[in-house]
């Protein structure tokens, strides 16, 4: 097996005035094996988006490594970290994040214009991908005319479109309610069966965290817990 991420004894804090830090992250360090599921939970403020962010390469740390499918990141040029990232590592979050005067098809096909496929092409593989994620018929919707769950496929579509080797998720279920959100982790569980695809979440939910085989539990800026694998 290969790991998908690697960071080691990562620390980050963040400014608050002259003297005055918060240590969102106090040395920690993960390892997530290709093909793996994760949860990681843990109270409000106790670093797990700061890790995700830092692990997924949306921010960097102060000390410590960050590395994604063995390639080290916190030294890359923003240049070569956008790259990388946009090739390797597919997001979602929990308010969706989608442009509001864009189609479903669009908001997809856009990150895969991004990434560098030529329009036609990035919306063949928007509308496949949709298609796949149950969302045939809503590909010409905006996201106000679509519901929650439907946003939330949508955006699942987008992390995906550029095959990325792993799916980082910050509270993907947060805005939903328990139908739609166990919908939602369906799916995931099914992209992570079926492709083999490496996810990370973060959840408040012990019903979503119960979906993954893994579960890390953070408190204080520090992995409090590492369940390795859990029974489902
Ligand atoms: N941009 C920022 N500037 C200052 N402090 C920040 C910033 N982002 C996060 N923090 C602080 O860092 C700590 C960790 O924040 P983080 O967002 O990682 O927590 P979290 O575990 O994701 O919390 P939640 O469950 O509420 O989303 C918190 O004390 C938070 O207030
Ligand atoms: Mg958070």
């Known amino acids: 097996m290969t790991t998908a991420l690697a960071i080691n004894g990562v620390t980050r804090r963040y400014r608050l005035g002259a003297d005055n830090y918060v240590h969102a992250l106090r040395g920690v360090s993960l390892e997530v094996e290709d093909g793996e599921m994760v949860a990681i939970m843990g109270p409000s403020g106790s ?56 189609t479903a098809k669009e908001n997809v096909a856009l990150a895969a214009e991004y990434a560098g496929l030529s329009k036609r092409d990035a919306a063949q593989r928007a509308q496949e991908l949709l298609g796949m994620l149950g969302l045939r018929e809503r590909i010409g919707h905006r996201p106000a005319e679509l519901s929650g769950g439907e946003q939330q496929r949508v955006a699942v579509a987008r992390a995906l479109v550029n095959d990325p080797c792993m799916l980082m998720a910050d509270e993907p279920t947060g805005n939903l309610d328990s139908v739609t959100s166990a919908e939602i982790m369906d799916l995931l569980a099914r992209v992570n069966v079926e492709q083999g695809m490496t996810i990370v979440l973060v959840t408040h939910d012990h019903g979503v965290a119960n979906r993954c085989r893994r579960l890390v539990e953070m408190q204080d800026g520090l992995i409090a817990n590492d369940g390795g694998e859990q029974g489902l």
Request: net charge positive.
């Open 47 to 102: 670093g797990k988006s700061t890790l995700m962010h830092i692990a997924g390469g949306l921010d960097v740390p102060d000390s410590g490594e960050a590395w994604i499918e063995g390639t080290r990141i916190d030294t890359l040029s923003d240049r070569k970290l956008t790259r990388l990232r946009s090739k390797r590592v597919g997001f979602v979050f929990q308010g969706f994040n989608l442009l509001h005067t864009l």
